[in-house]
């Protein structure tokens, strides 16, 4: 299909051109693992919420109406967290932004364009997950429940709105380099904060059963009643027409008027953010890195690692991800002692592996600088151990919640202990046999990038939680039980030690100068 | 004879056709040496070989004596290398930059400190020390990058478009530097797109075109191998690397 050069088709043509070029092609087993994974998650998941979601009452039920409520707005502050980032990053992010606007382009169509981008990318990761849902819906003849890809739609268009408006807000208020620090911590933060505010009510006496009375009582005032307008989301999440078309409407207009105000002050954040900004430094002497290489390069590493807010809230987002999972684990019953216990210790192992796993990724395969460290007179094995120490002494902070974890139990503190370290350790070894450069910016997409190392880390990690949950009842049969698990880890981890690179080692020293091939 | 500062015997790279094909030089110690070619010629290929990027797949590099294949360590401590993108990090100021590199390299830190201070103020860095690299233009990164390969004092200097990014001003101080360095006994190395460049600084110039090397000597000696009397070095060039001549 054709468009007219400059129209706002042909940008978004141009715009989805660039997108799909940028994670890289897909090879044919990613796209049979990705099609197989669709069809899984129809079977498993799609299909008992399906059928909740056929419920022929489910657009009038004030629960239902108070639950879809409550989840519009954990989808819009999590779309808006990754809005925000989006928005500032659209200003640092040269591409072809200069080119663009260098162009005889109108900004506003430029902004309106970059903005659908960013739409875009806040909905396709639930577009995604929707879809196997709305699939296993539509199999059993409820075709309306379409509706929740275009309620997905709106929501993001209303967050990036959202976004759009802080980034502009942020950068006039602090000023461009401040304003990407503040949307780099805001973001992780407004999504963390969703994520444990939505566990409060696990803690509170009752399980929360303050909130069950106040939701009745909205209900018996009619709040949630079906002619509301707290039940559009859940109507137009089932098809009911005026309902998605005003929410949909609404947050378009939204949109556009936002992008449309936005337009004018585009171009010169843009600007702004490409000049040094600088403020006054401090002016400190002379402090030499002493020690030899190996500490040198652990301290260039910590450094490194300390002055990236974006990564450090990455890894700490992940770690938070995994929070709900245990809260909802342990609070099956919290008089269960041993059960509140092993929970615990599993958390700190996967967290433990995470976060070994993301730390020994920045320092190994996200090297800013890897001609510099090859040129440099130190070897290879010297330059990997310090790497790997590098990302292994922040770890050392697990050793706090071990010890709190001490207090109810020696005996599993020792467990988690130990067991965090060998998840840690497994992890940091795996990435380092498939090590490969990336840019820090990737950090998101290493997974995609790095399939087998980040499968591989998880099956480790979940066979050392194995190992970890047998050895925490400390009995003869369990301990004996424990032994025999940790051949599921340490096999796993054998089998990527046999698939690791062999041939290219290509971060910091390369081989070539101990084993130089001199073929003819 | 006195040892060469460069001894490159047979060096050969393919990658799917030849980059670097049987390529042989000699730099004595003191030499402002320029490798002049068109694009994909194989220049950088070349200096990446010199340095330890790469490995050749056949022939041998000698820096000062030591054999760069069998002892590369020993061959690193000597030289230092700036590419045309420089190597920095972006979250580090300059002069922590500069303490790291001191530190890969093993520089005391009392002559390193003094060293980096002259650099920077050389430079016209000064003021900006305690500034993320982030925060720097095209030019000031190259500026601190180039700070970081004079830190060591090497002996070997093996710079790629080295004036690439820098203003007239700060251009001409470069060249200057490599002037000076040479005279002090430094070993310089360099490519360069720019013939001006190489006519104004080099004693001895290569021209290498698809791996091998073309012609190699003085300004005066190629002329006299183009036939072109009086002509500039960007007249000889071309000359040269028409493929009529070649």
């Given at each position: 299909?054709?468009?007219?050069?400059?129209?706002?088709?042909?940008?978004?043509?141009?715009?989805?051109?660039?997108?799909?070029?940028?994670?890289?092609?897909?090879?044919?087993?990613?796209?049979?693992?990705?099609?197989?994974?669709?069809?899984?998650?129809?079977?498993?998941?799609?299909?008992?919420?399906?059928?909740?979601?056929?419920?022929?009452?489910?657009?009038?039920?004030?629960?239902?109406?108070?639950?879809?409520?409550?989840?519009?707005?954990?989808?819009?502050?999590?779309?808006?967290?990754?809005?925000?980032?989006?928005?500032?990053?659209?200003?640092?992010?040269?591409?072809?932004?200069?080119?663009?606007?260098?162009?005889?382009?109108?900004?506003?169509?430029?902004?309106?364009?970059?903005?659908?981008?960013?739409?875009?990318?806040?909905?396709?990761?639930?577009?995604?997950?929707?879809?196997?849902?709305?699939?296993?819906?539509?199999?059993?003849?409820?075709?309306?429940?379409?509706?929740?890809?275009?309620?997905?739609?709106?929501?993001?268009?209303?967050?990036?709105?959202?976004?759009?408006?802080?980034?502009?807000?942020?950068?006039?208020?602090?000023?461009?380099?401040?304003?990407?620090?503040?949307?780099?911590?805001?973001?992780?933060?407004?999504?963390?904060?969703?994520?444990?505010?939505?566990?409060?009510?696990?803690?509170?006496?009752?399980?929360?059963?303050?909130?069950?009375?106040?939701?009745?009582?909205?209900?018996?005032?009619?709040?949630?009643?079906?002619?509301?307008?707290?039940?559009?989301?859940?109507?137009?999440?089932?098809?009911?027409?005026?309902?998605?078309?005003?929410?949909?409407?609404?947050?378009?207009?939204?949109?556009?008027?936002?992008?449309?105000?936005?337009?004018?002050?585009?171009?010169?954040?843009?600007?702004?953010?490409?000049?040094?900004?600088?403020?006054?430094?401090?002016?400190?002497?002379?402090?030499?890195?002493?020690?030899?290489?190996?500490?040198?390069l652990i301290?260039?590493e910590l450094?490194l690692i300390a002055?990236d807010?974006?990564l450090l809230s990455q890894i700490l987002l992940q770690l938070v991800y995994l929070i709900?999972?245990a809260?909802?684990?342990?609070?099956?019953?919290?008089?269960?002692?041993?059960?509140?216990?092993?929970?615990c210790v599993g958390l700190l192992i996967v967290m433990a592996g995470g976060a070994a796993s993301s730390l020994t990724w920045v320092t190994l395969s996200a090297e800013?600088?890897?001609?510099?460290?090859?040129?440099?007179?130190?070897?290879?094995?010297?330059a990997e151990r310090a790497k790997l120490t590098a990302a292994l002494i922040p770890l050392t902070g697990f050793l706090v919640p071990v010890?709190?974890l001490?207090?109810?139990?020696?005996?599993?503190?020792?467990i988690a202990a130990l067991g965090a370290a060998a998840s840690a350790l497994s992890n940091a070894l795996i990435q380092l046999w498939y090590a490969k450069?990336m840019?820090r910016?990737a950090f998101r997409?290493r997974v995609?990038r790095a399939l087998l190392p980040s499968l591989g880390g998880m099956l480790v990690t979940f066979g050392w939680v194995g190992v970890a949950?047998?050895?925490?009842?400390?009995?003869?049969?369990?301990?004996?039980?424990?032994?025999?698990?940790a051949?599921v880890p340490l096999?796993a981890l054998g089998?990527l030690w046999?698939?690791r690179?062999?041939?290219?080692?290509?971060l910091?020293?390369?081989?070539?100068?101990?084993?130089?091939?001199?073929?003819? | 004879?006195?040892?060469?500062?460069?001894?490159?015997?047979?060096?050969?790279?393919?990658?799917?056709?030849?980059?670097?094909?049987?390529?042989?030089?000699?730099?004595?110690?003191?030499?402002?040496?320029?490798?002049?070619?068109?694009?994909?010629?194989?220049?950088?290929?070349?200096?990446?070989?010199?340095?330890?990027?790469?490995?050749?797949?056949?022939?041998?590099?000698?820096?000062?004596?030591?054999?760069?294949?069998?002892?590369?360590?020993?061959?690193?401590?000597?030289?230092?290398?700036?590419?045309?993108?420089?190597?920095?990090?972006?979250?580090?100021?300059?002069?922590?930059?500069?303490?790291?590199?001191?530190?890969?390299?093993?520089?005391?830190?009392?002559?390193?400190?003094?060293?980096?201070?002259?650099?920077?103020?050389?430079?016209?860095?000064?003021?900006?020390?305690?500034?993320?690299?982030?925060?720097?233009?095209?030019?000031?990164?190259?500026?601190?990058?180039?700070?970081?390969?004079?830190?060591?004092?090497?002996?070997?200097?093996?710079?790629?478009?080295?004036?690439?990014?820098?203003?007239?001003?700060?251009?001409?101080?470069?060249?200057?530097?490599?002037?000076?360095?040479?005279?002090?006994?430094?070993?310089?190395?360099?490519?360069?797109?720019?013939?001006?460049?190489?006519?104004?600084?080099?004693?001895?110039?290569?021209?290498?075109?698809?791996?091998?090397?073309?012609?190699?000597?003085?300004?005066?000696?190629?002329?006299?191998?183009?036939?072109?009397?009086?002509?500039?070095?960007?007249?000889?060039?071309?000359?040269?690397?028409?493929?009529?001549?070649?």
């Open positions: 299909m054709r468009f007219a050069p400059g129209s706002v088709p042909w940008l978004i043509r141009h715009e989805l051109r660039l997108l799909s070029r940028a994670s890289g092609r897909l090879s044919w087993w990613m796209l049979l693992i990705v099609v197989l994974a669709l069809i899984i998650a129809v079977a498993v998941a799609g299909a008992p919420i399906a059928a909740l979601l056929a419920h022929p009452h489910l657009g009038t039920h004030p629960l239902a109406v108070f639950g879809a409520d409550i989840a519009i707005v954990l989808l819009f502050g999590i779309m808006f967290a990754q809005a925000l980032l989006l928005s500032v990053q659209a200003f640092y992010i040269r591409g072809d932004l200069d080119l663009l606007l260098s162009s005889p382009l109108p900004p506003r169509r430029l902004v309106l364009v970059r903005s659908g981008a960013i739409a875009c990318s806040v909905a396709a990761l639930f577009w995604l997950l929707a879809a196997p849902v709305v699939a296993a819906t539509v199999v059993r003849g409820h075709l309306a429940i379409i509706g929740v890809l275009p309620l997905i739609a709106a929501v993001a268009l209303a967050a990036t709105s959202a976004g759009l408006v802080v980034a502009m807000v942020l950068f006039a208020t602090l000023g461009p380099r401040r304003a990407r620090t503040v949307s780099q911590l805001l973001g992780p933060a407004v999504v963390g904060g969703i994520i444990l505010l939505a566990q409060i009510p696990q803690f509170l006496p009752h399980h929360g059963a303050w909130v069950a009375r106040w939701v009745e009582t909205a209900v018996r005032l009619g709040w949630f009643g079906p002619h509301s307008v707290l039940a559009w989301p859940v109507r137009a999440a089932c098809g009911v027409p005026v309902p998605m078309l005003g929410i949909t409407a609404a947050c378009s207009v939204l949109f556009l008027a936002t992008a449309y105000a936005a337009a004018p002050l585009f171009p010169n954040y843009a600007a702004r953010a490409t000049v040094a900004v600088g403020g006054r430094a401090r002016h400190r002497p002379w402090r030499p890195l002493r020690g030899g290489v190996r500490s040198v301290r260039k450094r002055r807010p974006l709900p999972l809260v909802a684990l342990a609070t099956q019953d919290l008089t269960d002692r041993h059960m509140f216990i092993m929970v800013d600088a890897p001609d510099l460290l090859r040129c440099a007179p130190l070897t290879h094995g010297a010890a709190v001490g207090v109810f139990s020696s005996w599993a503190a020792m450069p840019a910016g997409r995609q949950a047998a050895a925490c009842s400390a009995t003869a049969a369990t301990e004996l039980a424990a032994v025999l698990l051949v096999g089998l046999l698939g690179h062999r041939s290219e080692r290509p910091y020293i390369s081989r070539w100068s101990h084993e130089p091939s001199r073929h003819a | 004879m006195a040892e060469l500062a460069l001894q490159v015997e047979q060096l050969t790279k393919r990658f799917i056709a030849p980059a670097v094909d049987c390529l042989n030089l000699m730099l004595p110690p003191g030499q402002l040496y320029a490798l002049l070619g068109p694009n994909g010629a194989g220049k950088t290929t070349t200096l990446r070989m010199i340095v330890g990027l790469l490995a050749p797949d056949y022939g041998s590099i000698r820096i000062f004596g030591i054999d760069a294949l069998a002892d590369p360590l020993g061959a690193k401590r000597l030289t230092a290398w700036l590419p045309d993108e420089p190597m920095l990090y972006d979250k580090l100021t300059a002069l922590e930059y500069l303490e790291f590199i001191a530190g890969l390299w093993n520089v005391d830190a009392a002559v390193a400190a003094k060293r980096a201070e002259e650099l920077l103020r050389w430079l016209d860095l000064w003021a900006q020390r305690d500034q993320r690299c982030e925060e720097f233009s095209r030019g000031m990164k190259q500026k601190t990058a180039l700070a970081g390969a004079l830190l060591h004092d090497p002996q070997l200097l093996i710079l790629d478009e080295p004036l690439s990014g820098l203003d007239a001003a700060m251009a001409r101080q470069v060249k200057d530097l490599l002037l000076e360095r040479a005279r002090q006994g430094t070993t310089v190395m360099l490519t360069t797109h720019v013939l001006e460049v190489a006519e104004r600084l080099a004693e001895r110039i290569g021209i290498i075109v698809r791996g091998r090397l073309l012609a190699e000597g003085t300004l005066e000696e190629l002329r006299a191998l183009s036939g072109l009397g009086d002509s500039s070095l960007e007249e000889v060039f071309l000359r040269l690397t028409r493929p009529e001549s070649r």
